[in-house]
């Protein structure tokens, strides 16, 4: 299954900010299904017509009961020194 929303926020430094989201849920072999989304984000009031702000990919995975995983990608325009890429990977264990 698969969701699309569209929301409207303010930036950390006061820029009108688009979001676009598209977001589902994955199939597991082994534990409960797992979810899957991209967000992408435009400044509504800039000059140009798509003002590309920020890309977000995640993937969260149940593999088990008691052990889940989740990978985030951030992908930047590299303005106010931010980092272009950024991954992330992390795991919970739970007894």
Sequence with gaps: MMSMTTSRAFGRV??????????GT????????????????FAYSSAELF???MTLFKLDMRLTDEFSA?????ICPGTFTEPTLELT???TARW
């Design 14 to 23: 006061g820029v009108g900010l688009d979001l676009q989201n598209l977001s």
């Design 26 to 41: 994955t199939t597991s072999c082994c534990g409960a299904p797992g979810t899957w989304s991209v967000a992408t984000y």
């Design 51 to 53: 003002d590309w702000g």
């Design 70 to 74: 989740s990978t985030k990608i951030a």
């Design 89 to 91: 990977f992390s795991w």
